[in-house]
Each structure stands twice: as structure tokens, then as C-alpha cells.
């Protein structure tokens, strides 16, 4: 029994992995039922024994999505820091996070809001605000003045970089640029 727990685990990842990719490459139109069996070399049935549906393959890759993000901004799994990191490099490494990943987490949310199925947007408004919540308490410990509207103008900046990376082909550096805008706001804020 625990193996075929195991085994489904392991296959409604790769599923919601090959949905991920099909996003990154050609938006969430092409993930279909029919392409996801041809990338994970599954049949369409072993599709459907692990999802009902493709929402249920989207509910379960914002899970994933959202578990990611959350599990990046939480110190505790930081299995090497012999201290706790400072902000700053808590950021930097979640913005290098991010662009390895050529925000994938970014564009699946950017995807599900543009399919107008208004349970998978009810769910997305709640990964967005757990992770609005996280990076509230991030700041907080960071000792920033206004923590929780400095964590809406974070999640706001990182999801435009990233459509606009995206978008434009992965052309300029993600964090050099999340840099230049982030300090820009920061003053601007600070001198308020």
C-alpha cells in the first residue's frame, strides 16, 4: 500500500513537472491530457488514474508551487547555514531561486489567473497571499518598516520581472534588474 502511495506521488509529480514545462514553452493552452501522456510517456488512462482532470493537474501543481515558494523564505530548511542568513542574502538566494527556475512558480500563477476558472483563481489568490504572508514575516525579522506593503511591492516586482523576462525571451538578468528596480523602490519609500 505504501508503495502505490509512493508510486502515485512520484507520477502526479512528473505530471504536474510536464505541465510546468508545457507552460514555460508554450503556455497553459498546449497542456492537454493527449501532450502530458507524450511527455511523461504515460498513456492518456495513466493520466486519468492519477488526476480527474486537467484543473485537478492544475490545483495539484499550484500546491506544488506554492509549497516550493513557501519552503525557499523558511530558514528552518536551510540544512547548511551554520547562522541564520540576513535579509539581504535571503533574498538573493530566493531571487537566484527563482531564475534558475526561470520562474516557473511566477508563470504557472500568470497562466492559471489567464484560464478564468474561478476555483483554480480562488486557489491561486490563496497561494498568492501565503506567500505575500511569508515574505511579511521575512521582512519583519529583517526589521523592515512596513513589512507586510513592502511584501505586496515584492510579490508585485518579482511577478512583472518575470512575465516580462519571460516574455522577452530570458534576454536580461533577471536579478541584476530585480536589483536595480527593488533599490530604487526601497529609497522611495524610505524617504517618505
Known amino acids: 500500500m505504501v508503495e502505490k502511495k509512493e508510486k502515485t506521488g512520484f507520477r ?39 488526476f480527474n482532470s486537467k484543473s485537478d493537474i492544475f490545483h495539484f501543481l499550484l500546491k506544488h508551487v506554492e509549497s516550493t515558494l513557501l519552503a525557499d523564505l523558511d530558514q528552518s530548511n536551510l540544512k547548511d547555514a551554520v547562522k541564520p542568513l540576513g535579509l539581504d542574502e535571503l533574498i538573493d538566494r530566493h531571487i537566484s531561486h527563482i531564475e534558475n527556475s526561470h520562474g516557473v512558480a511566477f508563470q504557472v500563477i500568470a497562466e492559471i489567473i489567464s484560464m478564468g476558472d474561478s476555483a483554480l483563481n480562488q ?57 536595480r528596480v527593488w533599490t530604487v523602490g526601497n529609497k522611495t519609500l524610505l524617504a517618505a
Open 12 to 50: 502526479q509529480k512528473q505530471i504536474a513537472d510536464a505541465a510546468a514545462e508545457l507552460i514555460l514553452k508554450y503556455g497553459s493552452e498546449h497542456v492537454t491530457i493527449k501532450r502530458l501522456a507524450m511527455e511523461t510517456n504515460l498513456s492518456e488512462a495513466a493520466i486519468y488514474r492519477h
Open 123 to 179: 486557489d491561486t489568490l490563496n497561494t498568492i497571499n501565503s506567500y505575500i504572508q511569508s515574505m511579511s514575516q521575512v521582512f519583519r525579522r529583517g526589521k523592515m518598516r512596513n513589512a507586510g506593503t513592502m511584501a505586496i511591492i515584492f510579490f508585485t516586482l518579482i511577478q512583472g520581472l518575470v512575465n516580462l523576462w519571460a516574455l522577452g525571451g530570458y534576454a536580461f538578468n533577471l536579478k541584476e534588474r530585480f536589483y
